[in-house]
Nanobody, 128 residues
Framework: QVQLVESGGGLVQAGGSLRLSCAAS????????MGWFRQAPGKEREFVAA????????AYADSVKGRFTISRDKAKNTVYLQMNSLKSEDPAVYYC?????????????????????WGQGTQVTVSS
């Protein structure tokens, strides 16, 4: 059974940091590429960050560049999103996503329809 389990969300003050984790199971993680998206109330789900199968290539939304870092640990079947300098525009439910079997080791996907499965989401709240 395919599972993506996110954790690490919570309440943080503006300027603070959080690290989100997403543990994947059920299929071959090493051949996958991963992404993080977020959805604020009343808005569409938007791309945040993505990492390639190899882990060497990453992509970020302009709004988070320089503040967020995506990484993956293949030994733990886990992808992380380190979020620093959190702002008032960052609160949302954050979702991790996976495209399980990819041939390219360097391609990163930035669109929702490029992913097969999604986690349940974790809430991030930023207080001013």
């Amino acid at each position: 059974q395919v599972q993506l389990v996110e954790s690490g969300g919570g309440l943080v003050q503006a300027g603070g940091s959080l690290r989100l984790s997403c543990a994947a199971s059920g299929r071959t993680f090493s051949r996958s590429r991963m992404g993080w998206f977020r959805q604020a109330p009343g808005k569409e789900r938007e791309f945040v960050a993505a990492v390639s199968r190899s882990g060497d290539s990453t992509a970020y939304a302009d709004s988070v560049k320089g503040r967020f870092t995506i990484s993956r640990d293949k030994a733990k079947n886990t992808v992380y999103l380190q979020m620093n300098s959190l702002k008032s525009e960052d609160p949302a439910v954050y979702y991790c996503a996976v495209k399980w079997i990819v041939s390219s080791t360097s391609y990163v996907g930035t669109k929702r329809n490029e992913y097969d499965d999604w986690g349940q989401g974790t809430q991030v709240t930023v207080s001013s």
